[in-house]
C-alpha cells in the first residue's frame, strides 16, 4: 500500500482529508483520556465499551444503507468483522480494565510499544521491510519523551504493577498494532460507513460478553448515574468513536502504518495539555521537554515516510 501523505501525484483535496484525519486521531483522542476517566465514575469499563461501540456501530451502518454504500462481498465483511474484535474488542478494552489497577503513567508508557510493533511487525514478516535508521531513532526518542511525560515518581510506581497487568497492557500494544497492519494489507469493504460500523458493531457485542461475564450489568445503577457521566459517554460515542476511529481507519488505508502510529506519542501530550487549559494541572519542565521530544520522534518518523 503506497503512502499518499507525501505523494506528490495524489489530488491536495486527498491531502487535506489525510492532514484531518491525523488531526482528528491526534488531537481528539488525546481528549478520550479525560472523557473516559469521566465515564468510569458511573459505567464499569467493557460496559462502557459496549454502549459506544454498539452505538456508533449502528450510526454507521445506518448511514451506510441511507447513502446506498456498494455492498460488501463476503470476505470483505469477514476482514472488517476480525479487524474489529482485534483492535476494539481485544485491545483497547484490556486497557480500561488495567487501567483501574495501574497508574495512568505507566499505561500512557507501555502503550508506546505500539510504533515499535508497528515496526517491526512488517519486518518478522518481510525481511525487506526493516526498519530504517531513522525509524529507530524517531522509536527511541518517542520512548524517552514519554518516560519524561510520566514524571520519574510516576514510573517509579511500576514496582508496585504485577507482571500480570503488565503483561496484559504490552498484549493490548501488540493486538492493536496486529490489526492496524490487517486491515491495511487486506481487502475491506469500500464504503468507510460499512467498513468502520462492522468494525465497531462486531467489538460492542464482544465487550458486551465482557461486560456479562464480568457481571459489569449488576453494578450500574441507571438511575444514579452521574449527568457528567452522561456528557462524557456521549463525547466519547460521537467523537471517540465515530469520527475518531473512522479518521483513523481511513488513515489505515492511505498512509503507512507506521506514521499512523505516531498518535501513541501524541495523544498523551494532547491530554496533558487539556489538562492544563481545563482542569487547572500544573505543566513542569519535565513535560515540556517530554514535549520537544515527543514532536521530534513524530516529525523524524513523518518524514521517513516522505523519503520513502
Not at 459496549?50 to 452505538?55: D, K
Not at 511487525?121 to 522509536?139: A, R, S, V, Y
Not at 458493531?201 to 456479562?212: E, K, M, P, W
Not at 487547572?280 to 521530534?296: C, P, Q, S, W
Amino acid at each position: 500500500m503506497k503512502n499518499q501523505l507525501f505523494d506528490k501525484t495524489i489530488d491536495p483535496g486527498a491531502k487535506i482529508r489525510l492532514y484531518i484525519a491525523f488531526a482528528i486521531v491526534y488531537v481528539i483522542w488525546g481528549s478520550t483520556y479525560l472523557g473516559i476517566k469521566m465515564a468510569l465514575v458511573s459505567f464499569p469499563p467493557f460496559l462502557l465499551s459496549s454502549f459506544r461501540l454498539l452505538v456508533a456501530g449502528m450510526v454507521l451502518l445506518a448511514l451506510g444503507l441511507i447513502l446506498k454504500a456498494s455492498k460488501p462481498t463476503v470476505v470483505e465483511l469477514r476482514n472488517a468483522a476480525l479487524s474489529g474484535i482485534i483492535l476494539l474488542g481485544l485491545a483497547n478494552p484490556w486497557v480500561a480494565w488495567t487501567s483501574q489497577f495501574v497508574p495512568s503513567s505507566i499505561v500512557a508508557l507501555v502503550i508506546t510499544f505500539e510504533p515499535i510493533w508497528v515496526a517491526i511487525i512488517p519486518w518478522f514478516i518481510n525481511k525487506n521491510e526493516k526498519p530504517t535508521t531513522n525509524t529507530w531513532i524517531g522509536l527511541i526518542l518517542g520512548m524517552l519523551g514519554m518516560f519524561l511525560l510520566v514524571k520519574p515518581e510516576g514510573v517509579a510506581g511500576i514496582g508496585q504493577i504485577s507482571l500480570w497487568h503488565l503483561t496484559v497492557l504490552i498484549l493490548c500494544t501488540f493486538s492493536w498494532a496486529g490489526g492496524s497492519i490487517f486491515s491495511s494489507k487486506v481487502p475491506m469493504p469500500s464504503s468507510p460507513f460499512i467498513s468502520t460500523g462492522v468494525q465497531m458493531f462486531t467489538a460492542g457485542i464482544v465487550n458486551q460478553l465482557y461486560a456479562l461475564s464480568f457481571g459489569e450489568w449488576d453494578l450500574i445503577d441507571i438511575n444514579e448515574i452521574e449527568p457528567t457521566a452522561w456528557w462524557a459517554i456521549s463525547y466519547l460515542t460521537i467523537f471517540g468513536s465515530i469520527a475518531g476511529f473512522s479518521a483513523y481507519s481511513y488513515l489505515v488505508a492511505n498512509a503507512s502504518t507506521t506514521s499512523v502510529a505516531t498518535h501513541a506519542y501524541v495523544n498523551p501530550l494532547v491530554a496533558v495539555l487539556l489538562g492544563y487549559f481545563i482542569a487547572n494541572e500544573i505543566i513542569k519542565l519535565n513535560t515540556i521537554i517530554a514535549a520537544v521530544f515527543l514532536i521530534t520522534a513524530v516529525v523524524i518518523i513523518l518524514l521517513k515516510e516522505k523519503k520513502r
